[in-house]
């Protein structure tokens, strides 16, 4: 038989072809493990463009919210799929009306996953979620990475949706075995990401200019820092073996966030865990989807003296710290908390939604 032909739609510029050619094979998201006999896997790609076109690209995207000159410059290999899986709202949102404005007899399914697009629902203008909701008719399936937005999409848009849980790329961070754990003096205390969710100003409150923590920042984004204190250092850590770096110095990674719904340091997370280092992570954000309160710490949300409690509560208790790290490693590889489990999900609702089609054909049929 012919194999079922998926395509997955990416945003501009992780195309696999280009994104780190010549590390590891595939997509940053592993979406390529999912291609066996039955289903084969291709990706959108990245169109060369001048300086003037990408301005005009990223303008429009700004304006609508989504990038349709990318989706339209790959509107072929769209229309051959059998199946469209898409990573965020921004690639299903235009692939919704390629798709509704190109009508053909034959129609692909779009698998539509909603990371961030929850979170901003209701500040949004009305015109822009009537057209949103518009355009979310033509998604066959939706899905989320946590409950809390699966419960969102129940409350904004009436539908179901199916809750994926995000994966580790175990190529980039192996699994290391938690074997011990002996803080350092002054205690480290890392931070890592460029979410826009991130709280670093709790954070720096939680330690601020206590020689008895050393705490370093690592993100792309901009940090106020002309009250920073004096044992913070903010600094951008640029590939894998840096980052693997940052993770090794830290004795605890703290997870600090804003209030959200779509598991914003979830990457984070799974990297630290399987480092073997305990995390601290503010609650609330549904990253409780991913590791208990047996296997990770969880503090209030703009909490800093919760989060400088936990950490202490850490370093009186070598032990005890360990044994939850351990925890974390089990219930990472129980839930299949990776690259690997996260696109075989993706091809279990492939065949429901397949086979939901297929019923629909012969209802129609015998109708």
């Known amino acids: ?23 590891k094979p595939g997509c940053i998201y592993g979406y390529h493990h999912a291609r066996s006999d039955a289903l084969s896997v291709t990706y959108s790609h990245d169109h060369p463009e001048g300086r003037l076109l990408s301005v005009v690209r ?55 996953q909603s990371v961030w697009l929850l979170d901003l629902w209701k ?40 809750v994926v849980l995000y994966g580790l790329n175990t190529d980039d961070f192996p699994v290391r075995p938690a074997t011990e754990w002996k803080p350092h003096s ?14 670093w100003g709790t954070l720096m409150k939680a330690f601020a200019n206590d020689p008895a923590y050393d705490v370093r920042i690592a993100t792309r984004r901009k940090v106020a820092q002309q009250d920073k204190p004096s044992n913070v250092t903010i600094t951008n850590v640029n590939g894998l073996p840096a980052q693997r770096e940052f993770y090794d ?14 598991a914003s340091g979830i990457t984070v997370m799974l990297e630290a865990v399987a480092m073997g280092k305990p995390v601290v992570a503010t609650a609330g954000g549904g990253l409780e989807d991913y590791f208990s309160a047996k296997s990770a710490w969880y503090v209030p949300v703009h909490s800093p003296d919760a989060i400088r409690r936990v950490v202490d509560s850490l370093a009186e ?8 790290a351990v925890r974390a490693q ?29 019923r629909r054909e012969e209802m129609m049929a015998g109708a």
């Open 186 to 199: 002054p205690l480290r205390v890392a931070a890592i990401g460029n979410d826009r969710d991130r709280d």
């Open 317 to 324: 208790a070598p032990e005890e710290t360990l044994a939850q």
């Open 58 to 112: 990223r303008g429009l995207k700004a304006v609508i919210g989504f990038d349709m000159i990318h989706t339209f410059r790959n509107r072929a290999a769209l229309a051959e799929a059998d199946v469209i899986w898409t990573h965020t709202e921004r690639e299903y949102l235009s692939v919704a009306l390629l798709l509704m404005l190109t009508r053909r007899e034959r129609q692909p399914l779009l698998l539509a």
């Open 1 to 23: 038989m012919k194999p079922t032909n998926i395509h997955v739609h990416l945003y501009y510029g992780i195309d696999p072809r280009r994104f780190r050619n010549g590390e």
């Open 123 to 162: 500040n949004l203008s009305l015109p822009k979620r009537l057209f949103y909701t518009w355009l979310l008719r033509r998604a066959d399936m939706l899905t989320t990475l946590t409950t809390r937005n699966a419960a969102l999409v129940k409350e904004f848009w009436g539908r179901k949706a199916t």
């Open 330 to 358: 089990r219930e990472l590889a129980e839930k299949d908390l990776t690259t690997q489990g996260f696109a075989k999900q993706h091809v279990t609702l492939t065949d429901v939604l397949i086979d939901g089609a297929a």
């Open 249 to 262: 110095w830290a004795d605890v990674i703290v997870v600090p966030l804003h209030p959200n719904y779509h």
